[in-house]
């Protein structure tokens, strides 16, 4: 079907558009911006006055729980939730069950997706076997299933040698490797952020370091290998330091952070609410400062939802032993924003905030997204950014109806989605 979008406020920060002009779709693409093509007839129009017409998001983190915890989330339902949030691509983490480190595996998770036809799939697959840390995968024929990187989830690799391994063999074919970096030692056991709090709640707490001495260690393998590595979540001023430092330098690395972490701190967690049970931990009004300058300065290259959505029988329970993880995707558009808002000075804060969730999460991700360039996939999110909306569970399309927003009134609601072309969500 040919698309019409007429009079919406275009921002495109990949090609720096910011201006009311109609976009024209046909067969799946951008087929132009402002004036229609010659002999363009258009079978729907969707009127955007008032609303952003913008890429499609592109999330980086995004736990669909297939295979295997079914009973937390589905394909279905997490992908009717990106929609719902704008989300047009996402990557998936490798820690399935079973874990994504078989081509089998890989293959039969991206066809599902594409018969489900709705947001497009990124799988990460699995950096070791089984996500032990002992033998490295077959990277060449995960990437040939599917995999646009490679990952240890949340666990660790305790011997530096088979990280270094796994480097050298990423380098050598071009491969991007996505690490969280946390010690495999300090903070193991941790539910909270160490500090005054952690210790008058009685909550065992994962220190700041637990982030430095990985991410020193990452810094040093890089330097030996030249490998490309993705730091993923980074939750404190100390990292986000180090990572300034790095960069500068010119070490080939890159970094997110969790929506989640710019705008609470473990405060946020009071009378021990499970919903502010997290990995990594909210940490200090200090951290989250620096994750917010690190984003205004560009130190972090985008904001991810990290989507863990977590059924009642795992979080409904005492804080250290709630499963930790929050649903995310239909949130992320509007925690972008309401960190621009907040933190970007005005002329310059839709297409900052919106950057760091299409263009900027795309180039790290290695992916032809986040942009209406002309020709491109027509992957588009519309939005009213005057709307907004409260956060409740009865809202939300995910299955995991946890967050430490609920209740919350954000600004911005999307009112369509557009996935290669075609209208997938549509808000009633």
Known sequence: ?????????????????????????????????????????????????????MPGLVDLSVRLREPGYEYKATLESELQAALAGGVTSLLCPPDTDPVLDEPGLVEMLVHRARILNQSHVYPLGALTMGLKGQELTEMAELTEAGCVGFSQAEYTIDNSTVLMRALQYAQTFGYTVWLRPQDPHLGKGGVAHSGPLASRLGLAGVPVISETIALLTIFELVRATGARVHLCRLSSA???????????????????????????????????????????????????????????????????????????????????????????????????????????PEADRLSLALSRITADAARVAGLNAGTLSVGSAADVCIFDPAIRWKVEASALQSQGKHTPFLGYELQGQVRHTIVSGRLAYSRT
């Open 1 to 53: 079907m040919k698309l019409h979008i007429k009079q919406g406020r275009v921002i495109d920060p990949a090609n720096k558009i910011d201006a009311q002009q109609d976009v024209f779709i046909e067969y799946g693409k951008i087929a132009a911006l402002g004036a229609a093509p010659a002999g363009f007839i258009a079978g729907r129009v969707i009127d955007a006055q008032g609303l952003v017409v």
């Open 238 to 344: 100390a990292g986000i330091a180090l990572v300034r430092a790095a960069r500068s330098e010119g070490l080939p690395i890159t970094c997110d952070v969790g929506a989640h972490h710019i705008h609470l701190t473990d405060h946020d967690i009071g009378f021990f609410d499970p919903n502010a049970r997290l990995t990594p931990p909210l940490r200090s009004q200090r951290d989250r400062e620096a994750i917010q300058q690190g984003l205004l300065d560009g130190t972090i290259d985008a904001i991810c939802s990290d989507h863990t959505p977590v059924d009642d029988d795992e979080k409904l329970l005492p804080f250290g032993e709630a499963s930790p993880g929050a649903t995310g995707l239909e949130l992320l558009l509007s925690l972008a924003l309401k960190w621009a808002n907040e933190t970007v």
